[in-house]
């Protein structure tokens, strides 16, 4: 794909892109779940406050960072990828914003990278959300991975979500594609 037809085509997507990217997530998960509820995260009331990662039952939580690729620029300084005021653009530890190294990175062409998330690896803390949402386009983002979810009756993170952006809601209320197309 040629540079411009590129960026043509990720700032297309820019306007809305994390509402189309978690909408398709939950249409896809949610879809076919037992039971009428789920919980989810509205990414717009989310502070990425690190309670996800501590607060789940699970010992390892069902919240994870999902990435929006039609919103990212792909660029070689990700806000989510490393720490601000980094000195080297390399993968060295000090340097990465994700404690727990779920973020990748793959060279596209100059000066364009590809990021992918590690679901295996993420813990989700938020950190990765919280730079890409301060330096970035907001192209990550959290969400409850539905296969993962207990659908426990009273959400111990929902409970202590400063933000209130965790709530149990249907599948018609779920954040959907056609809504926001």
């Not at 411009?4 to 939950?26: H, V, W």
């Not at 111990?156 to 926001?180: F, L, T």
Request: net charge neutral.
């Amino acid at each position: 794909m040629e540079r411009r037809n590129f960026l043509r085509t990720c700032s297309s997507f820019l306007a809305g892109g994390l509402t189309l990217a978690s909408g398709g997530f939950l249409l896809t998960k949610a879809n076919g779940r037992k039971g009428d509820l789920f919980w989810q995260i509205d990414p717009y009331k989310c502070t990425q406050c690190g309670r996800c990662e501590t607060d789940c039952v699970l010992t390892v939580s069902a919240v994870k960072c999902f990435h929006a690729n039609r919103v990212c620029g792909y660029c070689d300084l990700c806000g989510g990828y490393y720490r601000p005021g980094v000195k080297e653009l390399d993968t060295a530890a000090e340097n990465m914003m994700c404690p727990t190294g779920a973020i990748r990175r793959e060279f596209v062409e100059e000066p364009y990278f590809e990021y992918t998330i590690d679901e295996s690896l993420c813990t989700g803390c938020g950190k990765c959300v919280k730079g890409c949402t301060s330096f970035g386009n907001g192209s990550l983002f959290l969400q409850i991975d539905q296969e993962k979810c207990q659908q426990c009756n009273e959400c111990a993170i929902a409970r202590v979500c400063p933000s209130n952006a965790i709530e149990r809601v249907s599948y018609d209320q779920a954040y959907k594609m056609k809504d926001h197309a």
